[in-house]
């Protein structure tokens, strides 16, 4: 069984800070991981991936990733946090193979002080 | 490319009636697509996973005979909130399997009064 698991359901940082959101995953296979963004009353839009490939991923918009699979982490970065990055995101697993589903964490709340 | 549609994107319906919301992939085939409900300021959960040419699959605790699913094509597939009631009010999300990836459509804001 996979499952991933995400630290705080809201995390608070100043315009221009570091943002940094954590996941950790459980996995019984080498897993394929995302991070997605969803803002008030839309779908999610796809930040980043990990398929296997370089373990630092970068992403749009700024963010980056990096998996390390002593710590089973996939802890999502941005330099600089903008207004804009004010959302949900939300950490997910899945084994890759072709039409499997995907596990979604419980979600972070970012919010970004003026 | 890869972009998933939903209509309606909001419905308002009446305790009893039956709703029909519309997943289309605009630019790529789906053999899966899979359906997600949302309730607020929760994660998503996986309802059913539906394959095109069979039987949807549903996840433990989803009603089949509420939630009905059909995959009529290789762009479009269907749930159908049957004698809907206001506890099944929610946001409903499908996404469109390509490869390890999927899509995910704008969402479809169900209100059941």
């Known amino acids: 069984a996979q499952s991933v698991t995400q630290l705080g359901s809201h995390v608070s940082v100043s315009e221009g800070a570091l943002v940094l959101l954590r996941c950790n995953y459980s996995?019984?296979?080498?897993?394929?991981l995302f991070w997605y963004v969803q803002y008030p009353n839309q779908g999610l839009q796809l930040l980043l991936k990990?398929?296997?490939?370089?373990?630092l991923v970068k992403g749009i918009n700024g963010f980056e990733a990096e998996f390390k699979k002593s710590e089973t982490s996939f802890h999502l970065t941005k330099p600089s946090a903008h207004m804009s990055d004010a959302a949900e995101y939300f950490c997910?697993?899945?084994?890759?193979?072709?039409?499997?589903?995907?596990?979604f964490g419980k979600g972070t709340r970012l919010h970004i002080l003026p | 490319g890869a972009v998933v549609s939903q209509h309606p994107s909001r419905v308002i319906c009446k305790s009893g009636t039956s709703v029909k919301i519309e997943c289309r992939s605009l630019?790529?085939?789906?053999?899966?697509m899979f359906w997600y409900r949302q309730f607020p300021k929760k994660s998503l959960m996986l309802m059913a996973t539906?394959?095109?040419?069979?039987?949807?699959?549903?996840e433990q605790g989803v009603e089949k005979d509420k939630f009905l699913i059909n995959h009529a094509s290789l762009t479009l597939s269907t749930l159908t909130v049957t004698s809907a009631h206001p506890e099944d009010s929610s946001f409903y999300i499908c996404?469109?399997?390509?490869?390890?990836?999927?899509?995910f459509g704008p969402g479809t804001r169900l209100t059941v009064t």
């Open positions: 990990y398929t296997s490939a370089a373990t």
């Open positions: 630019d790529f085939q789906a053999t899966t």
């Open positions: 996404s469109a399997a390509r490869g390890p990836e999927q899509y």
């Open positions: 997910a697993v899945s084994v890759g193979n072709r039409d499997d589903k995907i596990i």
């Open positions: 996995s019984s296979v080498p897993p394929y």
């Open positions: 539906s394959n095109e040419g069979s039987k949807a699959t549903y």
